[in-house]
């Protein structure tokens, strides 16, 4: 599956943006999506996951009432609507698929990656 993330931008603190992630190729419903990021010099985390159906949603402490992840399998996408942005959100926004929901949390277990969309949040 090819994965293809935009709506990255520059924001100030306390406004919003929605990335989406848009699939192509396998069978996007098969698979549970992530969303992960990365600031510069730090590690790749984890910020939200959804199950194949979206009954299901995890995410990241840090983001937590403040984002919102979906998907609709009609249309092969997967959304990350971020409020209350905050500087300390700014990274480059990565989606991602993968086989199991129970790793979602894993950026190892993760079987295909979109190139990053960044966000930047001023203050």
């Known amino acids: 599956v090819q994965l293809q993330a935009s709506g990255g931008g520059l924001v100030q603190a306390g406004g919003s943006l929605r990335l989406s992630c848009a699939a192509s190729g396998r069978t996007f419903s098969s698979y549970v999506m992530g969303w992960f990021r990365q600031a510069p010099g730090k590690e790749r985390e984890f910020v939200a996951g959804?199950?194949?159906?979206?009954?299901?949603?995890y995410y990241a402490d840090s983001v937590k009432g403040r984002f919102t992840i979906s998907r609709d399998n009609a249309k092969n996408t997967v959304y990350l609507q971020m409020t209350s942005l905050k500087p300390e959100d700014t990274a480059a926004y990565y989606c991602a698929a993968g086989a199991s929901i129970t790793y979602v949390r894993r950026a190892d277990a993760m079987d295909y990656w979109g190139k990053g969309t960044l966000v930047t949040v001023s203050s």
């Open positions: 959804i199950s194949r159906s979206g009954g299901a949603t």
